[in-house]
């Protein structure tokens, strides 16, 4: 499919990426960047790829696909050292899970004969780093591409294929509907989850085990959230700052009509919340989107 | 173990206990009391029980355990049905998910000659209804036991007994730390949950299915409580609302960091806030409350 793909960074997203080419043959040859040496040790170790290494013009060199797969806050800098040895007519891509900000990186790197396609693959773990990457982690799962409109459309339906071979269902998305989207279905989930697991956990100590031991009432589902890697978590909330507080505001009144029908003993309105969000979870599982185990299938 | 045992209440849990003592066989007979007919048409038709009735007085007589598993706004009108109806010496307790509230309710009824000792099971599914029970549900979870001072030792002693050979372990706690413990690791983890779907959902038409595609990025963890029973959980925000209150403030506070912190886009307070919660999860899952698959083993 491709002559050579280039993944620059080589976590969890990088590394399954890289695997799912290997499992499926995408390319004749791939490249790897990474600027850690024990992410590199690893990759060779595995035999994951030839061409392995910190030297980020040599990865670059004759790709005919590039992906980043690092986190926001260092594509400035990266586009910034590879600007000048991108082979034309390249396709670059990245993973991110942010896209307003980083399209405005890229415009104003000015990148002569390239295409640049936006990819976040919505998809990941609790798990950080190489070691937990697996190429089916695309599988059955949906990746989102946005691209301005002077985009070629040829050049977009060759990386829809490419994410269709790893087994995802793409769609397009404008920059900005993305970012509006995501804040609600990823990015305010994760702000509550932090908040929740603090609150649980800042506590007097008498009651630290307690909360570690009975966290089978609800908790521990949101332990699985807040656990994410926060460098890539930190990036996401800078980037995407005005849609988060957007809908930080609409969930704080959404969480004060609860506490006023507590507050008021108010039992209509209670039963009337909790009944309201009881479908919503059928549509997920309907949309494929889910197991419908009860407890995720949990023993 | 037990001559008769009654079931008041035949839901998730009450029918799970019911096919617990039948599978490990811990009394001579048992009795269920339900007011719905279907319920009672299910049980009968799964022959689950051999005394299966909507007249709660014959189910109490003789019993020599009692096992109230109806929501806990049902508690005063079923402790006043049953009073004059109980044996000498009956063990009674519940399944309810709030302590100190039912306590007062059965002290105020002035139960003679009875053994009265709370218990609640850390467990559940998403799912209602006696259809959803399994006899395993308890296994390796915890159940919490609460009594007042002059309750003998050695009926404590056969309700723990109880509760083990449902696979539960067992721990004794106050009526008043129960509720506040529970409010962290359950109570609050449900009003989030309940917000942030009804957040994500209260949206204008052109997102609404964008947001059921994309739940995989995090909002599908939370539906699935947010999918629990509203019945039961109405009466759990009423009945221990002081403390839910109390927690709710807490956490609006942690929430507000996290708002100031993107505000002032302060990259250091994001990682800070985000670092910190990375090893409860690990904390729970040592303690036996999780697995630890990534995605809870979700395929």
Redesign the interface.
């Known amino acids: 499919m491709f002559k050579k793909i280039c993944i620059l960074g080589c976590g969890l997203i990088g590394s399954s990426i890289l695997r799912a080419i290997n499992k499926n043959k995408l390319s004749k040859e791939n490249s790897v960047f990474d600027k850690s040496k024990k992410v590199l040790d690893f990759l060779k170790k595995e035999k994951l790829s030839s061409e392995v290494t910190d030297d980020i013009q040599l990865a670059v060199k004759n790709a005919d696909l590039i992906i980043i797969s690092t986190p926001l806050?260092s594509y400035a800098e990266l586009i910034s050292l590879i600007k000048n040895d991108l082979k034309a007519g390249v396709i670059l891509t990245d993973t991110g899970?942010v896209k307003k900000e980083i399209n405005k990186v890229i415009e104003n790197s000015k990148l002569k004969n390239i295409h640049w396609i936006a990819s976040h693959p919505?998809?990941g773990?609790?798990?950080s780093g190489p070691e937990?990457g697996f190429a089916d982690l695309f599988k059955n799962?949906?990746c989102?591409l946005s691209a301005n409109n002077q985009v070629a459309k040829d050049k977009i339906e060759i990386l829809e294929r490419f994410w269709s071979k790893l087994g995802s269902k793409v769609?397009l998305?404008s920059f900005e509907?993305h970012d509006?989207?995501?804040s609600?279905?990823?990015?305010?989930?994760?702000?509550?989850?932090?908040?929740?697991?603090?609150?649980?956990?800042?506590?007097e100590d008498k009651?630290k085990n307690?909360?570690?031991?009975?966290?089978?009432?609800?908790?521990?589902?949101?332990?699985?959230?807040?656990?994410?890697d926060?460098?890539m978590?930190?990036d996401i909330?800078?980037d995407n700052?005005d849609y988060?507080?957007k809908?930080?505001d609409?969930?704080?009144k959404?969480?004060d009509?609860?506490?006023n029908?507590?507050?008021n003993?108010d039992?209509k309105k209670?039963?009337e919340?909790?009944?309201?969000?009881?479908k919503?979870?059928?549509?997920?599982i309907e949309?494929g989107?889910?197991?419908k185990k009860?407890?995720?299938?949990?023993?």
């Open positions: 806050s899970s919505i998809a773990t609790e798990e937990a799962r949906w989102i769609k998305m509907d509006y989207v995501l609600l279905t990823s990015h305010l989930p994760h702000a509550v989850a932090y908040s929740i697991v603090r609150t649980a956990i800042n506590n009651f307690d909360v570690i031991q009975y966290s089978a009432g609800g908790l521990r589902d949101f332990t699985r959230i807040a656990a994410s926060p460098l978590w930190k909330f800078i700052s988060i507080l809908v930080l609409n969930y704080s959404n969480l009509e609860i506490k029908a507590v507050k003993k039992s209670l039963l919340i909790f009944s309201s969000t009881k919503v979870r059928k549509e997920i949309a989107q889910d197991t009860p407890d995720f299938g949990r023993k």
